[in-house]
T-cell receptor, first 110, second 111 residues
Framework: GENVEQHPSTLSVQEGDSAVIKCTYS??????FPWYKQELGKRPQLIID?????GEKKDQRIAVTLNKTAKHFSLHITETQPEDSAVYFC?????????FGAGTRLTVKP | SQTIHQWPATLVQPVGSPLSLECTVE??????LYWYRQAAGRGLQLLFY??????ISSEVPQNLSASRPQDRQFILSSKKLLLSDSGFYLC??????????FGSGTRLTVV
């Protein structure tokens, strides 16, 4: 089955700096790659996603890139703010099966 | 609009007791439904998914089971809880258009 690896497990940045989280996946048939933000004790919320026919997608300060050949995708957050502090999960999906990375705890220091 | 309801929000159960967590979806028909578990400080593990009434796929061997008695209802059960069953349980539904949407979660503590 699909295996998703996510790095780093923790990331601390200064407010205003950029943050990058990277994920790799194993199943070349995966075609949907969402990113979720989870605040403490709450449900994961979709923040951005990308499908396999697209290489890059941007939404304000958040961008995701996908390299299908290398089977890796990344989340980029620019101009980080303290409210960006949370756990971020990447996921890879094909059909009915979605697998998550282990998560990255992002801390943005004011 | 589509909404997903999950209850209860928190639950404390003794070891060996039964479990029933319920999830319902509104505003869509024939959704794909999922149960995930998140252990403390860890990622999301897929437990079960269902593509239709009575159709359940299990991802990991365990003492949990799932049922889908109605199109928009998904139930997670156990006959006898273990300490290791403690965690944050999330129901989710998916569609091609909307991707995955999670319920608010149930924090289960087995004591």
């Amino acid at each position: 089955g699909e295996n998703v690896e996510q790095h780093p497990s923790t990331l601390s940045v200064q407010e205003g700096d950029s943050a990058v989280i990277k994920c790799t996946y194993s199943d070349s048939a995966s075609n949907y790659f969402p990113w979720y933000k989870q605040e403490l004790g709450k449900r994961p919320q979709l923040i951005i996603d990308i499908r396999s026919n697209v290489g890059e997608k941007k939404d304000q300060r958040i961008a995701v890139t996908l390299n299908k050949t290398a089977k890796h995708f990344s989340l980029h957050i620019t101009e980080t703010q303290p409210e960006d502090s949370a756990v971020y999960f990447c996921a890879a999906s094909k059909g009915n099966d979605m697998r998550f990375g282990a998560g990255t705890r992002l801390t943005v220091k004011p | 609009s589509q909404t997903i309801h999950q209850w209860p929000a928190t639950l404390v159960q003794p070891v060996g007791s039964p479990l029933s967590l319920e999830c319902t979806v509104e505003g869509t028909s024939n959704p794909n439904l999922y149960w995930y578990r998140q252990a403390a400080g860890r990622g999301l593990q897929l437990l079960f998914y269902s593509v239709g009434i009575g159709q359940i796929s299990s991802e990991v061997p365990q003492n949990l089971s799932a049922s889908r008695p109605q199109d928009r209802q998904f139930i997670l059960s156990s006959k006898k809880l273990l300490l290791s069953d403690s965690g944050f349980y999330l129901c989710a539904w998916s569609s091609w258009v909307y991707g995955y949407t999670f319920g608010s979660g149930t924090r289960l503590t087995v004591v």
